[in-house]
């Protein structure tokens, strides 16, 4: 999976180890071989999307595509997704929810805050496994500002 001849780097944030596993042995079954950087909280994750000083600037440059549980230790996924939507270098990131709620309202909260997919758990590994591959896709096509 590259963007314009650049490597997306997946950024998984999900604190159940054994999802985890799980998802990112999915990901190299769909085939994509791209690294996978595993975070179990939001503060982690924060810190390596939009930087310590959470300016964003770091990830200026960088292809990223994050799945994002909702349910963290720290703080809920729609923070994180709010916060990743709301910054200027990150905000066309492509970002994945994956979590075990299926609430109607929360989907559509997710939706409305930007996300680009969103998947329940337990899930259809095809359908994941589509789904990452279409992000791969989306990622091809995108527009470096």
Excluded: W
């Amino acid at each position: 999976m590259k963007a314009i001849g650049k490597e997306v780097t997946i950024v998984m944030v999900e604190d159940d180890e054994g999802h985890a596993r799980l998802i990112e042995k999915n990901i190299r079954r769909a085939g994509v071989s791209n690294e996978v950087l595993p975070f179990t909280d939001g503060t982690s994750a924060l810190d390596f999307i939009l930087g310590k000083d959470r300016t964003g600037k770091v990830s200026e440059d960088r292809y990223l595509l994050i799945l994002l549980d909702l349910n963290l230790p720290d703080m809920s996924g729609t923070e994180i997704l709010e916060k990743v939507k709301a910054n200027p270098h990150t905000k066309r990131l492509p970002v994945v929810i994956l979590t075990t709620t299926d609430d109607e309202t929360e989907i559509q909260r997710c939706y409305d805050l930007g996300a680009n997919v969103y998947i329940t758990k337990p899930v259809d590994y095809d359908g994941f496994a589509n789904a990452i591959r279409q992000l791969g896709l989306f990622f091809s096509v995108m527009q470096v500002p």
